[in-house]
């Protein structure tokens, strides 16, 4: 099993910064994945940005330039560095952390915080 919690978010103002931080503890798997989703009602939850630990980044068109995924593997934790906020990026944010083992893929979800951008 895998714990993530999450912190970071809040209210901000349109033009502004939040910082997301999430943090995995349990079992840790050496092929992994830590993905960013976020969701607003009514809609399905969408990927935000992506940092696996043997790859590169990905992120969606729509914050591209904006926000920056980064890890730091020491403390099993990922964070996601929101700029330039606009209202649209309104949301509850969730950390997801994905492992795999064996052909087996686990996946984990943090408790969503929520981001709300005001105009």
């Known amino acids: 099993q895998v714990q993530l919690v999450e912190s970071g978010g809040g209210l901000v103002q349109a033009g502004g910064s939040v910082r997301r931080s999430c943090v995995a503890s349990?079992?840790?798997?050496?092929?992994?994945?830590f993905l960013w989703y976020r969701q607003t009602p009514g809609k399905l939850r969408e990927l935000v940005a992506l940092?696996?630990?043997?790859?590169?980044?990905n992120y969606t068109d729509y914050v591209k330039g904006r926000f920056t995924i980064s890890r730091d593997d020491a403390k099993n934790a990922v964070y996601l560095q929101m700029d330039s906020l606009k209202p649209e990026d309104t949301a509850v944010y969730y950390c997801?952390?994905?492992?795999?083992?064996?052909?087996?893929?686990?996946?984990?979800w943090g408790q969503g915080t929520q981001v709300t951008v005001s105009s």
């Open positions: 997801q952390y994905t492992g795999y083992s064996e052909g087996i893929t686990y996946q984990y």
């Open positions: 349990g079992r840790i798997y050496s092929l992994n994945v």
């Open positions: 940092i696996p630990s043997f790859g590169s980044t």
